[in-house]
């Protein structure tokens, strides 16, 4: 079957992330993809090779998105600011996007080039956002899985109905980001004493 006039790999990824980000990452496959399309299912293997192809293609393309909702919250601003601008874009993107969200939360594997390149470039983004503190690079990677952590943390619990206090996640998460600003500012003092 030939390709479909019109549909090109960018187009089919670009429909595969809304379905992820309806239906959830789980659910995604190629006939329901196919169907929102209006092509059968065997066209879509001109695009991707098969569902693991198109997983794979939707966290690439999650990890340039979030690469970008990054940079632009962070551009200018630097220490806390920066801090704040990045944890909240993380929870925002998790929120606007959560197929795709999920499809950026998996490690990338260690032998595809392309997506480490595009791990590396969001990690880039977060590790300069952290350049006021003087942290090593291996104390700048824990604090960004720190980070990670608690926004996973707050978005998994938001996104399941787990918070039933009648209190503001907003200001639970203001203060959760409070609290690692304040790890960040011991961090940067423990830094400089030890290199004294």
Not at 4 to 18: C, E, S, T, W
Not at 91 to 98: E, K, L, Q
Not at 100 to 106: D, E, K, M, S, V
Not at 164 to 190: A, C, N, Q
């Amino acid at each position: 079957m030939a390709p479909r006039a019109g549909l090109d790999q960018a187009a089919v990824v670009q429909a595969a992330a809304k379905l992820a980000d309806e239906d959830g990452w789980e659910n995604i496959s190629l006939a329901t993809l196919a169907a929102r399309l209006g092509v059968r299912t065997p066209t879509l293997y001109h695009y991707v090779e098969g569902l693991s192809g198109l997983r794979r293609e939707l966290s690439r393309y999650g990890l340039h998105e979030l690469t970008k909702w990054l940079g632009r919250a962070v551009m200018g601003k630097a220490g806390d600011d920066a801090v704040i601008a990045l944890a909240n874009t993380y929870r925002d993107f998790a929120h606007a996007h959560p197929g795709l969200y999920a499809a950026t939360a998996r490690a990338v594997p260690q032998d595809d080039e392309e997506l480490l390149a595009a791990s590396e470039e969001a990690l880039d983004v977060a590790v300069r956002a952290l350049n006021a503190y003087h942290l090593s690079q291996e104390e700048a990677y824990h604090a960004i899985r720190m980070l990670r952590s608690f926004v996973h943390g707050c978005v998994t619990l938001e996104t399941i109905g787990g918070f039933g206090m009648p209190l503001e996640v907003d200001e639970t998460f203001r203060r959760l980001i409070s609290m690692f600003i304040h790890y960040l500012h011991r961090s940067d003092t423990k830094s400089e004493s030890d290199q004294s």
